[in-house]
Nanobody, 123 residues
């Protein structure tokens, strides 16, 4: 599976962005998908995860109620809608694919990664 993330940019605090991650390969729907982020000088951290069917989602506490992960298996694409963005959300955002159906939040457990897209939130 090859992943291509897009949609990042510069936004003011309180604004919104929608990230997309397009996947190649016929087995895309066999993978749970997730978004991670890595801020300046920080380790990569889990943001959100969605099951193969899209029926189950999981978020880190700091983004609950602000971010929404979704997927369109017909388009081989996963999305991250980010609302009420704050400066602390500034990071490079990565999409990732996981063969396991167990909810996992450690980056090392994911099988495939996109190249990342920069999100910058100004105060």
């Amino acid at each position: 599976v090859q992943l291509q993330a897009s949609g990042g940019g510069l936004v003011q605090a309180g604004g919104s962005l929608r990230l997309s991650c397009a996947a190649s390969g016929r087995t895309y729907s066999s993978y749970a998908m997730a978004w991670f982020r890595q801020g300046p000088g920080k380790e990569r951290e889990f943001v959100a995860r969605i099951s193969r069917s899209g029926g189950m989602t999981y978020y880190r506490d700091s983004v609950k109620g602000r971010f929404t992960i979704s997927r369109d298996n017909a388009k081989n694409t996963v999305y991250l809608q980010m609302n009420s963005l704050q400066p602390e959300d500034t990071a490079v955002y990565y999409c990732a694919a996981d063969r396991s159906q167990v909810v996992r939040t450690a980056a090392v457990q994911y099988d495939y990664w996109g190249q990342g897209t920069q999100v910058t939130v100004s105060s």
